[in-house]
């Protein structure tokens, strides 16, 4: 039977010339006869399938395959049609459908309606075709990500469903080494998207959040030729110590443990102190300064930065940079956009080769439009970077306005993106950026949104309707290396035609970690439950990593205290704190001064780079009763719990949210030291933010306390930008033949190996 060389039609298979139904092309799409008996139905056609005799409800579906099949009942042969469900969402645009990932099935013939006009790709309204459907991308909900089709398959949901299952099925695996002369072979398993054999080093998942999983080596892999798969798989593994929590060092221990399969979340790479390595490009590698044997046949080389030239990436509302600190190991921003004069000066002399446009974005982007002003052109950047003002949604503003800078920024942003037309654009913003609200916030050009709506729906409908793919999530900078606990909510897009990134795996435990919730209503028509998803293997808020604590980050600064009435002296030195009047600026603290002891930790000695003193180790002057809540939090018995903005952090968890003041008493969550009497200094805030010691902060001491707050962390971003580098530039790269011109002709070729317009 020859099931691609056929149709249906009037209950029977007939031969037809059948297209390639990998090559979705609307030009070669199939019509249709309307009618229920009489209907045409081809390999890519649009179909309604019926209910069952129970149900009315009717269904959408792509046709896949066609294919026939015995009736189970009696000795006839009954036509069948293999689909790949479809649906509407409040995310499209008009008449856009979406084919569901991972939901295809097998369904009777009998049961299709109709088939439907439609086409693929952007739908273009032509005159007597304003009704007709189209599709352009497939979405899963769960979670949230809206992609281009899978071309290399015949149906992209089955093509789905087996890489799932991958991931949670093992199948033994037989392996040929042929290092010498007479070849040897050993057995593995082949699970979770990689291949285990004996003498590989995995890591181990350690079953609770903020714990750091566990590095251990493969003793024996059980032989299970003949079986098609492995269940109730036992591995007996030798167990790794870590010889400082954070520092790359293993050593062998004599413990030796039997552990079920699925604790194992990974490989863990056991690489030299001399390679070249970056814990963002592979976070399953662990540096080790001793060598140890392992499986001859994984040989996996990490990727290094700098493997591929750097590419012009331009950002959007940069702050104080820390989107530029994240993204220069892998990209070279060429331009960076801020309307405030203060953020503009940090960059200059921080970032001298790079272009500052001290502006409006929504004035640049006009005179872009025209053909005019400092912009690049279209085509000419291959990522786009924006932090847009949050205010309007960021659940710290109690006060929030119809007139904040709201969604006209936010139109402004992605207006800019499609004008741009990037490869790739990454969006940042705080988790109340999902939230849904209807009270006269969404305006835009003079017109209200009627109904409840949130930031983040408006800006995927905008995305869409560029012929953009994302994901979207809300990650913790925590789980990325960060002493800090910042959840922001991230967009990764990239341009229909080429490789949608995946969100990176996080490297770093985290024991206040919390999932992406979503409403399902704002993607599925007709739905009200809540999803919920995190990123990452394992038990959510473990990782490869140790978490970084606040004494792990600041531990090597030097003491210092307030004077603060009532409150102990001691050998440490004091400063005054009080603000008097307006008697010009006032800082507490070291303004030069040698650090308190060597690096302790690998954090510190990253951030410290080769600098010799610190020279921001002060914070901004402090009111009476500020200085009353610093003494009121050392007085309090421990029994007692004080008010958030009121509380000393607790050096062995992380930092809270940093806020644009550093002050205690107003929105800020654990803004008090936790052993010495005083607020934070500007060289600590630095640290938890993850920005080097000798970056320079311009403006006033207040200046430098809201640039940081408002800042992007470092860690996080160059989780992502590593992510983006490593998925879709050294890629490409490769598999243009590693052209030394990459960084002049990427655009120019990117067609061939994945960019379309």
Request: net charge positive; proline share 7%.
């Amino acid at each position: 039977m020859r099931s691609e060389m056929s149709m249906f039609h009037n209950g029977k298979m007939v031969p037809t010339e059948s297209p390639d139904i990998a090559q979705e092309n609307s030009d070669a799409r199939m019509t249709a006869e309307q009618g229920c008996r009489n209907t045409r139905v081809r390999v890519r056609d649009v179909v309604i399938i019926r209910g069952s005799d129970t149900s009315r409800r009717t269904r959408l579906a792509l046709v896949r395959r066609l294919f026939q099949k015995p009736s189970p009942t009696s000795v006839s042969i009954r036509q069948y049609l293999h689909v790949h469900w479809m649906s509407e969402s409040p995310l499209g645009l008009r008449n856009e459908l979406f084919l569901l990932e991972g939901q295809c099935a097998d369904v009777p013939a009998r049961l299709v309606s109709e088939s439907i006009p439609y086409t693929f790709g952007r739908h273009k309204a032509k005159a007597g075709r304003v009704n007709e459907r189209f599709y352009r991308f497939v979405l899963s909900t769960s979670p949230l990500v809206i992609r281009d089709p899978r071309t290399d398959v015949r149906c992209d949901a089955c093509s789905a469903k087996v890489q799932l299952r991958e991931q949670t099925h093992a199948k033994p695996l037989t392996v040929d080494l042929s290092l010498s002369e007479a070849p040897t072979q050993t057995q593995g398993l082949s699970y979770r998207a990689f291949d285990l054999h004996r003498h590989d080093f995995v890591f181990l998942d350690s079953g609770a959040a903020g714990q750091e999983w566990t590095i251990g080596q493969i003793l024996n892999c059980p032989d299970l030729r003949g079986e098609t798969e492995a269940v109730n798989v036992i591995l007996r593994v030798k167990i790794f110590s870590r010889r400082k929590k954070d520092e790359p060092q293993v050593l062998s221990t004599n413990e030796i443990r039997d552990v079920r399969l699925e604790t194992v979340v990974g490989k863990c790479r056991i690489i030299s102190p001399e390679t070249d390595f970056d814990p963002h490009l592979d976070p399953f590698g662990i540096q080790c300064d001793k060598a140890i044997s392992h499986c001859r046949s994984c040989k996996i080389k990490p990727v290094a930065p700098g493997a591929a030239p750097r590419l012009p990436c331009m950002d959007l509302y940069t702050g104080g940079g820390g989107t530029i600190l994240g993204a220069r190991p892998y990209f070279n921003p060429i331009t960076a956009i801020d309307n405030d004069e203060t953020s503009c000066q940090t960059l200059s002399q921080n970032f001298p080769e790079m272009k500052v446009e001290g502006a409006k974005v929504a004035d640049l982007h006009h005179e872009a439009q025209y053909k005019r002003g400092p912009l690049p052109k279209k085509g000419s950047i291959f990522m786009l970077t924006a932090c847009p003002p949050c205010q309007s949604h960021s659940g710290a503003n109690l006060h929030k306005s119809a007139t904040d800078y709201g969604p006209n920024e936010l139109f402004v942003t992605f207006s800019e993106c499609a004008r741009l037309r990037p490869d790739i654009f990454v969006f940042e913003n705080v988790p109340g950026f999902l939230s849904h609200r209807d009270d006269g916030t969404f305006v835009v050009d003079g017109i209200k949104s009627s109904g409840k709506r949130s930031f983040a729906q408006m800006a995927i409908e905008l995305l869409i309707e560029s012929g953009y793919q994302f994901r979207l999530a809300v990650l913790d900078s925590r789980s990325y290396g960060s002493p800090q606990n910042r959840r922001r909510c991230f967009i990764l897009a990239a341009r229909s035609g080429v490789t949608l990134p995946s969100f990176p795996q996080p490297t770093h435990a985290n024991p206040g970690v919390r999932s992406t919730k979503l409403s399902s209503s704002m993607m599925m028509a007709g739905e009200s439950r809540e999803t919920k998803y995190h990123i990452g293997r394992g038990t959510p808020g473990t990782g490869p990593y140790p978490a970084v604590t606040v004494r792990d980050a600041i531990g090597d600064l030097p003491p210092f205290h307030f004077r603060i009435s009532g409150m102990p002296h001691s050998r440490v030195p004091t400063f005054d704190a009080m603000r008097h009047g307006h008697r010009g600026e006032m800082k507490a603290g070291f303004g030069h001064t040698a650090y308190a002891s060597d690096p302790l930790t690998r954090y510190q000695r990253e951030l410290r780079g080769d600098n010799r003193v610190i020279v921001d180790h002060f914070t901004p002057p402090r009111s009476a009763s500020e200085l009353q809540l610093i003494r009121q939090a050392f007085e309090a018995p421990q029994a007692v719990v004080v008010e958030g903005n009121a509380r000393r952090v607790d050096p062995n968890g992380g930092f809270y949210t940093l806020m644009t003041s550093s002050a205690p008493g107003h929105k800020n969550t654990g803004p008090i030291h936790y052993s010495q009497h005083r607020t934070f200094t500007i060289a600590e805030r630095k640290r938890a933010q993850g920005v080097p010691d000798g970056y320079k902060l311009a403006g006033t001491v207040f200046e430098q306390d809201r640039q940081l707050g408002n800042m992007v962390d470092v860690n996080i971003g160059k989780a992502i930008y590593g992510s983006i580098y490593k998925e879709v530039v050294v890629s490409r790269w490769e598999a243009m033949g590693r052209p030394a011109d990459f960084a002049d002709v990427w655009r120019e070729k990117s067609r061939s190996y994945g960019g379309n317009e």
